[in-house]
Nanobody, 125 residues
């Protein structure tokens, strides 16, 4: 089980970035994929998640209305589209995968067994 995150970079406030998380080695379609971030001075925090097999999506309150999460099962890839970026979105973004997670725990990093290496997102003011 391997995850490869990409797409980070430097963008001005109000701009957009799209992150990708490519997976290999397992039944991607059924897994829940989530994005977390580690921002300066904060612990790792949940950003967004999308369940497999047509399940639901979740977003942190801080990104609702600005970020979307989608998946392309044919490409074993999950995307995080980030719009209207703010300086406080700056951080290292990680994708993670879970074979089984209940809805009430989808925001907990402890529920995810596999993690990508992280990609840096920097939003300048």
């Amino acid at each position: 089980v391997q995850l490869q995150a990409s797409g980070g970079g430097l963008v001005q406030a109000g701009g957009s970035l799209s992150l990708s998380c490519a997976a290999s080695g397992w039944n991607f379609r059924s897994y829940t994929i989530a994005w977390f971030r580690r921002t300066p001075g904060k612990e790792r925090e949940f950003v967004a998640a999308r369940k497999g097999n047509g399940g639901g999506t979740w977003f942190a309150d801080s990104v609702k209305g600005r970020f979307t999460i989608s998946r392309d099962n044919a490409k074993n890839t999950v995307y995080l589209q980030m719009n209207s970026l703010k300086p406080e979105d700056t951080g290292v973004y990680y994708c993670a995968a879970s074979a089984r997670v209940i809805n009430s725990a989808v925001m907990s990093p402890d529920q995810y067994q596999s993690w990508g290496q992280g990609t840096q997102v920097t939003v300048s003011s």
